[in-house]
């Protein structure tokens, strides 16, 4: 891998990183799951990123890979929740993902 690879991944894995972080502090109880999805797309747009795919947020017992269709009116309140944000730069992708539990359960 050259060099302008290697620095498209990081700079990419640098704001994935950023927007999941800030995806993790919009996620809490009466929070709207499609909001938190337009404000983590808008940051990586912000950061200078594409979308990998669309950020996605799955509850309870899905695992992973659920999109919120445009009229989602899920509010989060107790569920266990996986945030996923991927981004790229030119093609090169990094993915990255994190699990919050509001219920206190888990």
Same mark, same amino acid.
């Given at each position: 891998?050259?060099?302008?690879?290697? =620095?498209?991944?990081?700079?990419?894995?640098?704001?994935?990183?950023?927007?999941?972080?800030?995806?993790?502090?919009?996620?809490?109880?009466?929070?709207?799951?499609?909001?938190?999805?337009?404000?983590? *797309? *808008?940051?990586?747009?912000?950061?200078?990123? =594409?979308?990998?795919?669309?950020? =996605?947020?799955?509850?309870?017992?899905?695992?992973?890979?659920?999109?919120?269709?445009?009229?989602?009116?899920?509010?989060?309140?107790?569920?266990?929740?996986?945030?996923?944000?991927?981004?790229?730069?030119?093609?090169?992708?990094?993915?990255?993902?994190?699990?919050?539990?509001?219920?206190?359960?888990?």
């Amino acid at each position: 891998m050259d060099q302008e690879t290697i =620095q498209k991944h990081i700079q990419a894995g640098k704001i994935a990183a950023e927007a999941l972080h800030y995806g993790k502090s919009l996620i809490e109880p009466g929070a709207k799951v499609i909001e938190i999805l337009d404000k983590i *797309e *808008e940051k990586i747009h912000q950061l200078g990123g =594409q979308l990998a795919f669309p950020a =996605q947020i799955s509850l309870n017992e899905f695992a992973a890979h659920s999109c919120s269709d445009l009229n989602d009116a899920t509010i989060l309140k107790d569920q266990v929740i996986k945030l996923d944000v991927g981004a790229h730069i030119d093609g090169y992708i990094a993915d990255n993902a994190l699990t919050i539990d509001l219920s206190g359960k888990h």
